[in-house]
Every structure is written in structure tokens, then in C-alpha cells.
């Protein structure tokens, strides 16, 4: 038995997945196997004051098409490592150290977990709590993870954040508003100089529950700043209705996502909705190869429990690009597909269907599998050589060392 000041917890995860036709070019296929181990320890000094430590391990084998070092492989490290002063449910926190930042949905701001090298920040946080109203500021730098060395944060990159959740303003609903600044350096202008980039992204989510137990979620948020001379005018939104649950656990959800792209790639104004550090894994199809720029994204979602614990959600994606004088970025948000010259003949980038399910076999052990299945549309079709594009995975998590 632990002393009841030390809490340990591991967790390994395995997981096989690949593609056919990568960069919707037919023969470029590829099948690999991503293994995660993590190991946490928690010391709790007294009430107010605990430390964490988390370190982790990720490796590829097996991979042939594209990269294999970060997401893929981060060699052991220290993932996390803070200290808390104030707990969970303390009027006022802070907590110092590398951390992950999470908010909302986490459309902007994420862990990023379903990666194998997922992220963290070197953070200060602080929380401030009272009955209806939550409030986080934040000063923070991404951490890189970097091969061979020990991962680092800086580099000239600076986050800055407030983060406010209310659930007074609207009954039976949260309205969360924010305001998140980033700083970057040698950012390439439209003229295709280095510069930095000053960058402010003000918005708000509001998620509740209507009558008959409908639920919502809407989210919109502007940006403005710049880099060099080009100004930033961008903006992006979010909109979903979910059914209430009926038999076996069926739910139907539909939604739209919009974000602004670029014009002109030569006016000095910088149109592309920035998506910053999200958790974009399955909100813009499960395949992850659209992200949240330069997209008109419709999403029809089913999810069912057909078989008494195995949970299966099946869905529909259609994306257009917002401009067609810009490019099709991805779930990370690096382009995915370059822009056409003049311009894209038609915006429709194609069709995704998915399915995924997952099984908790014990309280420690969880299965999970899913595929996903691209149907080029006119945009992919002119861009690349327009072959579809699938992709399957199946995966194990156990968690050890943690109490039940």
C-alpha cells in the first residue's frame, strides 16, 4: 500500500492504424503501430499544495509513408510536471509548470491526446472560482518536442489567455467568452518575408440544454492582428443540435463549422482563420484530414448502443472550402492541399463516412476501432490526382497502478 500523500497511475496505449492513398494518391498506402506509455505521480503535501509529474514514451514502428518523428515518436521524457497551490473546488488556484491548457470543446485550445506525442505548455495558471462563475488567465509558451533532446518551450513563441464560464447568464446553459493572444516569430508575409506575428482571437461558446431535452452548442470567434505589414481579419463558428437520447442510447446530432480563408494571397490581409492549438481529432471527420480553415463543414452524426455496452457512433461529413482562391488545410492546420492558381473551378472537396466503437472490457482495459472512408469531390479532384481516401485503426488502452 502507498503512504495516502502519493498517488501513482500508468497508463499504456497501443495502436494500429494506416491509410490507402495518402495526399489522395493511389499507391500510397501505409499500415503502423503507435505505442504511448505514461507514468503519473501525484504528492499531496498538504490540502492547498500537490505536485504532479507525468512522464511519457512514444514510439512508431513500422511506418513507411511520411513522417516518423513528432506526433508519432517523443522518446522518454517529463510530459507534465506543476505544482497546484489551491484544489480542485479552492476559491482561488494556481497552478505552475508544464501543463496541458484544455477549454470548451477544445476547437482552439486542447490537449491534443489522440496524437502519440500530444501536447503540453509551460504554464503559469490561475483559476478563480465562485458559485456560478469561472474565470482562468493563463501565461503560457507551447512545448516542443524535439528528438534526441529534452523537450522545450519558447522559441520566440508566447500564449497569453482568459477563459470565463457562467452558468447564471442563461438558464440551463454555460456562456463561456475569451480572449487569447499569441505571439510568434519568423512568420512568412504574403510577400514572402520572416516577420512576427501579433495575434488577438476574441469569441465566446454557449452550450445548454433546450426543451424536451435538445441539446446545443454554439461558438463564434474573430481574429484580428498581424504579421509584418499583412493585418489578420479572420473568423470562425461553430453550430450543433443533439437529439435527446431513446432507445438503445440513440442520439442524432447535426452541425455546422465555418472558417474564414484567405482572397487574395497578395493584399497584405490575411483572411485564414487560425485554429491554434485545438484537440481536432474527429470533429471535422474521423479520417483527420480537414481542419479549421478555410472550411464550410456539415456533419450528420448517429450514436447507438445496439449491443448493451458497445457504443457505436456512424457519421456523414461534407466540407467546401470557404475560398477557393485558398488551400484545404489539415486537422493540424498545415496545408493539406496547395492552393490553385487562379482558383479553384468548383469548392466541394468531398465526402467522408465513418464508423467508429469502443468497448470497456474492465474498469482498466478499453478497446476501440474505427474506419473512415473519403469520397474525392470536384476541389480534390483538380488539386491532386483525386484517388479516395481510407482510414481504419483499432486500438488498446490498459491503465495500471491507479486504484479502482
Request: aromatic content about 10%.
Amino acid at each position: 500500500m502507498l503512504p495516502s500523500w502519493l498517488r501513482v497511475r500508468g497508463e499504456f496505449r497501443g495502436r494500429v492504424e494506416g491509410f490507402e492513398n495518402a495526399g489522395f494518391s493511389t499507391g500510397r498506402d501505409d499500415l503502423y503501430w503507435l505505442n504511448r506509455l505514461r507514468l503519473n505521480a501525484t504528492v499531496t503535501a498538504t490540502r492547498s499544495l500537490s505536485f504532479q509529474v507525468q512522464a511519457h514514451d512514444a514510439r512508431v514502428a513500422a511506418k513507411q509513408v511520411g513522417a516518423t518523428g513528432a506526433p508519432f515518436k517523443a522518446t522518454l521524457d517529463f510530459r507534465t510536471a506543476f505544482a497546484d497551490i489551491g484544489n480542485a473546488t479552492a476559491p482561488l488556484a494556481v497552478r505552475l509548470g508544464r501543463q496541458e491548457l484544455a477549454f470548451g470543446d477544445q476547437r482552439l485550445v486542447g490537449h491534443a491526446s489522440w496524437l502519440n506525442a500530444a501536447r503540453t505548455f509551460d504554464a503559469a495558471r490561475m483559476t478563480v472560482r465562485r458559485k456560478t462563475l469561472v474565470v482562468d488567465g493563463f501565461v503560457a509558451s507551447v512545448v516542443r518536442i524535439l528528438d534526441g533532446e529534452l523537450d522545450k518551450s519558447g522559441n520566440g513563441n508566447r500564449f497569453v489567455g482568459a477563459y470565463a464560464a457562467s452558468s447564471a447568464v442563461v438558464p440551463s446553459s454555460s456562456v463561456e467568452p475569451y480572449v487569447f493572444w499569441r505571439r510568434d516569430v519568423l512568420v512568412r508575409t504574403e510577400r514572402g518575408d520572416l516577420a512576427d506575428m501579433h495575434q488577438t482571437t476574441v469569441g465566446v461558446r454557449w452550450a445548454g440544454r433546450l426543451p424536451a431535452k435538445f441539446e446545443y452548442g454554439i461558438e463564434t470567434a474573430l481574429q484580428s492582428g498581424s504579421v509584418g505589414d499583412d493585418s489578420i481579419h479572420a473568423w470562425a463558428g461553430h453550430y450543433r443540435l443533439r437529439t435527446p437520447s431513446g432507445p438503445r442510447a440513440l442520439r442524432v446530432t447535426t452541425e455546422f463549422n465555418y472558417a474564414s480563408g484567405d482572397r487574395t494571397g497578395t493584399d497584405g490581409r490575411r483572411g485564414t482563420f487560425d485554429q491554434l492549438y485545438p484537440t481536432p481529432h474527429d470533429k471535422y471527420g474521423l479520417a483527420d484530414q480537414v481542419g479549421w480553415k478555410n472550411i464550410q463543414h456539415v456533419r450528420t452524426a448517429v450514436d447507438l448502443t445496439p449491443v448493451s455496452g458497445w457504443p457505436v457512433t456512424a457519421a456523414y461529413h461534407s466540407w467546401w472550402l470557404a475560398e477557393k482562391t485558398d488551400a484545404l488545410y489539415a486537422a493540424g492546420g498545415a496545408v493539406l492541399v496547395p492552393r490553385v492558381a487562379d482558383g479553384a473551378a468548383s469548392s466541394h472537396v468531398g465526402q467522408e463516412l465513418d464508423v467508429q466503437l469502443s468497448r470497456a472490457i474492465t474498469p482498466q482495459l478499453t478497446l476501440a476501432a474505427g474506419y473512415a472512408h473519403i469520397f474525392t469531390g470536384p476541389f480534390l479532384k483538380q488539386a491532386t490526382p483525386g484517388a479516395s481516401y481510407s482510414h481504419p485503426f483499432a486500438m488498446i488502452t490498459y491503465v495500471f497502478l491507479a486504484e479502482r
